[in-house]
């Protein structure tokens, strides 16, 4: 984004483009004489699109894309409730800090539990993104979870506009996922989005730009995760890490039975003796260990495909399911839904950035989105 201006005093002569700001400025009534200022905005920017995932949390800059990717997670004082950090600064601190200080996950299951922390989060990721020198406000896009009620999304945009923007919108999450993944939402069939992040599977389907049938539940990756250590605790008395469980998840789990299983060799602490240990494990054993947590995964899909109108089931049934979200890279899970449900199901394009790039998208052309654009100010 560029823009210069130049001023011409007395009469401005003033000339604009899309992003290009002309103001031509004359010291005397005779010689045209640019004094001007030049801004140049080119480094600097005015949109900001926040994909506040369960997760992550990403900020994402018109043209230039992902500018801040850091963990959901805020740092706060025990004792007077303060907000002592944000992000990944505030990852790191938990349970290296000798004072009382506790990792707290706001957007845990798909809710945002409390807006004086939603309005610290907003205000830490605009300041970190903006330039020092930008004298604007931004124009702020926030994605909000599909339940959330009008008074919450109303908060949102309060929490926005009080941490610096100049205009807040909030939008559905589901269709930015699905605006990201490059589906044309305003179109009049029927897409099926199932976004599967960290704390949550969201599953919606969209036409004309608005969500006819939606279901959220609280299985994400961080569930499998949690359900990968409970298996080698009980089958193997070995303790493990999130870290390690997450490790195990994504170089060899796997969403269906493999013929030809990965092995890995996972180090834990024996809670019998607390001395180190390790282990094999193989993908249909950590399959075994995940496997009632993709059946509600499963069993959530099918719960809206039973609810779509009949017409625009036949348009999903020809198009298929577009898969988005960091847990729905957990291989073969495309699979286990074709399998399940007879319809075929894609992986979108990074499926973790399709928010994110969904809020650009939608900052960008806010005039073709406006239908789905629940609150603006
Ligand atoms: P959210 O939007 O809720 O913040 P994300 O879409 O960022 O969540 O996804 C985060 C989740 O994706 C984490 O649980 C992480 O373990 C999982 N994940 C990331 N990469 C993979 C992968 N290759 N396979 C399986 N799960 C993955
Ligand atoms: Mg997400």
Redesign the pocket.
């Known amino acids: 984004m560029w823009k210069i201006t130049v001023e011409i005093a007395g009469e401005a002569n003033f000339w604009k483009s899309k992003n290009l700001y002309v103001i031509v400025s004359r010291s005397t009534a005779k010689r045209e004489q640019v004094i001007g200022i030049l801004i140049v905005m080119g480094i600097f920017t005015n949109k900001i699109g926040i994909?506040?995932?369960?997760?992550?949390?990403?900020v994402f800059v018109p043209r230039k894309g992902i500018v801040l990717n850091e963990p959901?997670v805020v740092a706060i004082a025990e004792e007077d409730k303060r907000i002592v950090a944000v992000g990944a600064e505030a990852k790191n601190m938990v349970g290296k800090t000798p004072e009382a200080i506790v990792a707290y996950r706001p957007?845990k299951d798909?809710v945002i539990a409390d807006y004086r922390i939603t309005e610290a989060m907003l205000r830490y990721y605009l300041k970190k993104s903006l330039s020092v020198f930008n004298p604007f406000k931004p124009d702020v896009l926030v994605s909000v979870p599909a339940g959330v009620t009008s008074t919450e999304r109303r908060a949102v945009v309060e929490a926005a506009v009080k941490a610096g923007a100049r205009n807040a919108y909030v939008v559905k999450?589901p269709i930015l996922s699905a605006i990201g993944a490059g589906i044309p939402i305003q179109e009049p069939t029927g897409h099926m989005i199932i976004?599967?992040?960290?704390?949550?599977t969201d599953v919606a389907v969209i036409s004309l730009g608005g969500i006819v049938t939606s279901t959220s539940v609280k299985y994400?990756?961080?569930k499998?995760?949690q359900s990968i250590i409970d298996y080698v605790k009980k089958n193997f008395n070995l303790a493990i890490g999130d870290k390690t469980a997450?490790d195990i998840?994504?170089n060899i789990?796997s969403a269906v039975p493999l013929d030809e299983e990965k092995q890995m060799t996972v180090k834990g602490r024996d809670f019998v003796s607390g001395l180190p240990r390790s282990i094999e494990l193989g993908s249909n054993e950590v399959l075994k260990a995940i496997n009632k947590d993709l059946r509600e995964m499963v069993r959530a899909v099918k719960e809206v495909l039973q609810e779509t109108p009949p017409e625009l089931s036949s348009d999903i049934i020809e198009k298929g399911m577009t898969m988005?979200?960091?847990?729905?890279?957990?291989?073969n899970?495309t699979e286990l839904m074709r399998r399940r449900t007879g319809v075929k199901a894609r992986l979108a394009k990074d499926?973790?950035y399709?928010?994110a790039r969904g809020t650009g998208m939608a900052l960008e052309h806010l005039d073709v989105y406006k239908r789905s654009i629940t609150t603006k100010r």
């Open positions: 994909d506040l995932g369960t997760a992550n949390i990403l959901s957007m798909g999450e976004d599967i992040g960290g704390g949550t994400g990756g961080s499998l995760d997450e998840k994504i789990g988005s979200g960091g847990s729905s890279m957990l291989p899970l499926p973790l399709c928010v």
